[in-house]
C-alpha cells in the first residue's frame, strides 16, 4: 500500500489506517470469549497482510482489553513491531475511576496522562508509542502541565510524536503554543455525512501548521459502505439515499465498493487525510483497501459533495 507522511514526525503510515476501537466485539472486558479473540487477532492480521502499517488504539477500548489483544498479535508475529505504528489515545476517565462518587471526565493532568501512557504500553508489550494523542479536550486543562508530560515521556523514550483528537482549532493552536515539539496528527471525525472540518477550519490549519489528519469513522459507522441502509424515518433520508446512488454508481464505474470510493473521497484533499478503517471482517477489509488505488477526478469529488450538502454549492 502506498504512505504517506505523518506529519513532520518523519514516519510514514500506509494511506489508510486500521481502527482497534471494534476489535475486542464488545465495550466489556469481561465479555471477551475465546471466539472474540480469535476474531480480533483474525482482523488485525487481515489489516497487517493487506499492507495497513499504522494501527489507531485508545485505552479507553473495551477497557484497554483492545491494546491487550493488539499486544499479543506482536508477540506472535516476528518482525511485526518493525513494520507498523502504534497510535494510542489517553486523557479520558472512567466514571468510579479512582472513587465509586467520580464521574465520567476528561484529565489532562501530568500525572494521568503519563500514569496513562505507561498502561497503554503495558498492555501493548512495547517500549515505545510512535504517536500519542489526546483523546478529547480537557476544559481544565493547563497546556504548560500537558507540555511538560509530553517532554517526560518523549526524554524517557516513551513517545516519539504527539497529537490530539477531536480539538478545536483554538485548543489546537493554544497546545502548541506551549508546547516544545510540534504536533503532529489530529484525529477527527469526517466522511461525507461529517464535513464540517471542510468549513471550520479544522483542515486549513493541518495545512498551516503540518499536522496529518486522522479521519474517524469515515464511513459514518457504516451507512456510506451499504452495511447499514437509511432508515425511512430519518430526517435526511432523500439527502442520503441521493448520496448512496451517487456512491453507486462510481463504485461500478471504478469496479469497486461505495466504502471504497467513501475512503477515496477523502484521500483527494490536500491536508493528506488518513481515514481510519474500523472493520473487523477482513472480507470487508479487502474492499476498503482498494480505496488505496483510486483517485478521483475533480467533478466526481465536487459531485459527491454535493450529494452529500443536499444541494448545490453557492
Known amino acids: ?25 464488545t465495550q466489556d472486558p469481561a465479555q471477551v470469549t ?10 488485525i492480521l487481515a489489516a497487517y497482510e493487506l499492507g495497513f502499517t499504522l494501527f ?8 484497554g482489553m483492545a491494546e491487550t489483544l493488539f499486544g499479543e498479535v506482536l508477540r506472535q508475529v516476528p518482525g511485526m513491531r518493525e513494520r507498523i505504528l502504534i497510535v494510542t489515545k489517553g486523557g479520558i476517565r472512567f466514571a468510579g475511576d479512582p472513587d465509586p462518587a467520580a464521574p465520567y471526565r476528561y484529565d ?9 501512557c505507561e498502561g497503554s504500553l503495558r498492555r501493548l508489550g512495547v517500549e515505545t508509542i510512535d504517536v500519542y ?37 483554538s485548543q489546537v493552536a493554544l497546545l502548541q503554543k506551549a508546547c516544545p515539539m510540534p504536533l503532529v496528527v489530529h484525529q477527527v471525525e469526517i466522511s461525507l455525512l461529517h464535513t464540517e472540518p471542510f468549513f471550520d477550519g479544522t483542515l486549513d490549519q493541518c495545512q498551516t501548521e503540518g499536522l496529518t489528519p486522522m479521519a474517524w469513522s469515515p464511513l459514518a459507522g457504516g451507512t456510506l459502505g451499504g452495511r447499514i441502509g437509511v432508515a425511512m424515518n430519518d430526517p435526511h433520508h ?32 490536500p491536508a493528506g487525510i488518513l481515514p481510519v478503517v474500523g472493520t473487523t471482517q477482513p472480507d470487508h477489509l479487502r474492499e476498503a483497501a482498494r480505496a488505496a488505488e483510486i ?10 459533495l454535493e450529494a452529500a450538502q443536499g444541494q448545490r454549492l453557492p
Open 238 to 269: 432523500a439527502r442520503k439515499a441521493k448520496l448512496n446512488d451517487t456512491l453507486e454508481i462510481l463504485a461500478r464505474e471504478y469496479g469497486v465498493s461505495r466504502a471504497a470510493i467513501a475512503l477515496a473521497w477523502l484521500r483527494r484533499h
Open 1 to 25: 500500500m502506498k504512505t504517506i507522511p505523518i506529519g513532520s514526525s518523519g514516519l510514514e503510515s500506509s494511506v489508510l489506517a486500521y481502527g482497534c476501537w471494534r476489535l475486542a466485539g
Open 56 to 63: 489507531d488504539h485508545a485505552d479507553v477500548y473495551c477497557q
Open 133 to 169: 494523542l489526546l483523546h478529547r479536550p480537557d476544559f481544565l486543562a493547563d497546556p504548560a502541565e500537558v507540555a511538560s508530560a509530553f517532554s517526560r515521556l518523549r526524554d524517557a523514550g516513551k513517545v516519539r510524536a504527539f497529537g490530539v483528537s477531536n480539538f478545536r482549532p
Open 295 to 304: 483517485y478521483l477526478t475533480r467533478e466526481q469529488w465536487y459531485r459527491l
Open 108 to 116: 489532562f493532568s501530568a500525572e494521568h496522562l503519563i500514569a496513562a
Open 34 to 43: 475465546p471466539e472474540r479473540r480469535a476474531a480480533a487477532h483474525a482482523a
